[in-house]
């Protein structure tokens, strides 16, 4: 039931890049990106309802390609405050049924 | 802002015990969810409601009921609390629809970690 994240965590430094991949074995209707930090709980981050469709916020983007039944997450010239973990999260038609991947814990040093 | 309010921010309580999470949402959301964090697992999901006095199980309803006697509220109840149920649990809502803005959006409350000795 849960997608899959991959990977499970990656180190960067200040201004590298990192994707964060999700992969459902289920039929998509949407994909969902959220953030948490330590000791904080999950912040939404972007949703994406199209296949193929593509969204940004500052420098974290995003693509989701319904038939493969995946999405990706792009974060470009990391900053400090990008640490955290990412969750990529998938919801049924109604809107209802919503569970996530793993997580991703990301950690970028100075 | 939309406030997701958990009453408890720390228990502990003894195995055996009937244990209830509460959880209150400010913004009229009809749907109300249940996860579980632990280490590695991720956030799963518990129970679900997309309408008072509507519940749907999750993925791990296991040893769980919940509770919503009103559009705001949605509790976690466990019923005879043992020592695997020990762990993070986080109360979420979003508003119902499809393409509205905000829709599907899940707000979380800041979590309550709950010990069973």
């Known amino acids: 039931q849960q997608p899959v994240q991959s990977p499970q965590a990656v180190i960067l430094r200040e201004g590298e890049d990192a994707v964060i991949n999700c992969s459902s074995s289920k039929a998509l209707y949407s994909v969902h990106w959220y953030r948490q930090k330590h000791g904080e709980a999950p912040v939404f981050l972007m949703i994406l309802l199209k296949g193929g469709e593509q969204k940004g916020h500052d420098k974290i983007s995003a693509s989701f390609n319904e038939k493969k039944q995946q999405s990706s997450l792009y974060l470009t010239a990391s900053q400090l405050s990008y640490s955290g973990t990412y969750f990529c999260?998938?919801?049924?038609?109604?809107?209802?049924?919503?569970?996530f991947g793993p997580g991703t814990r990301l950690s970028v040093l100075p | 802002d939309v406030k997701v309010t958990q009453s408890s921010r720390y228990l502990v309580k003894r195995t055996g015990e009937k244990v209830f999470l509460e959880c209150v949402q400010d913004?009229?959301?009809?749907?109300m969810f249940w996860y579980r964090q632990d280490p590695g697992l991720g956030l799963r999901l518990i129970y679900f409601?997309?309408?008072?006095?509507?519940?749907e199980k999750g993925d791990i309803p296991e040893g769980y009921s919940v509770s919503r006697e009103k559009k705001e509220r949605f509790s976690l109840i466990l019923e005879s609390a043992s020592t695997n149920q020990t762990s993070m649990y986080l109360c979420a809502s979003s508003l119902m629809g499809q393409g509205a803005p905000g829709a599907n959006v899940l707000t979380f409350g800041a979590g309550s970690r709950l010990t069973v000795l």
């Open positions: 913004m009229d959301h009809e749907n």
């Open positions: 999260g998938t919801v049924d038609n109604y809107g209802q049924n919503f569970v």
């Open positions: 409601s997309y309408d008072v006095k509507m519940k």
